[in-house]
């Protein structure tokens, strides 16, 4: 039982996918007799962590999962 619980878990985990992110691109390059030097390439993006993460590291669920946790603990 233990075991599919935690297969299931990395499953949802894995599963997920950063398409509600935030990305911004832009480029710099200086021009010298029609050419371009010294192009700079930036690729920025904001993404919003999957419940799970959040579920572990927020401080607003941890009494909520170290409930889980020790639930987990004790039916191993």
């Known amino acids: 039982m233990v075991k599919r619980f935690i297969i299931v878990i990395l499953i949802l985990v894995a599963s997920t996918s950063s398409s509600f992110s935030e990305c911004k691109y832009y ?38 999962f170290m409930f889980v946790v020790i639930g987990i603990l004790e039916n191993i």
């Not at 029609?34 to 401080?59: S, V, W």
């Open 27 to 64: 480029a710099e390059a200086d021009v010298v007799n029609d050419e371009l030097i010294n192009k700079k390439e930036h690729y920025t993006c904001k993404e919003k962590d999957n419940f799970f993460i959040q579920f572990m590291t927020e401080e607003k669920y941890q009494n909520a």
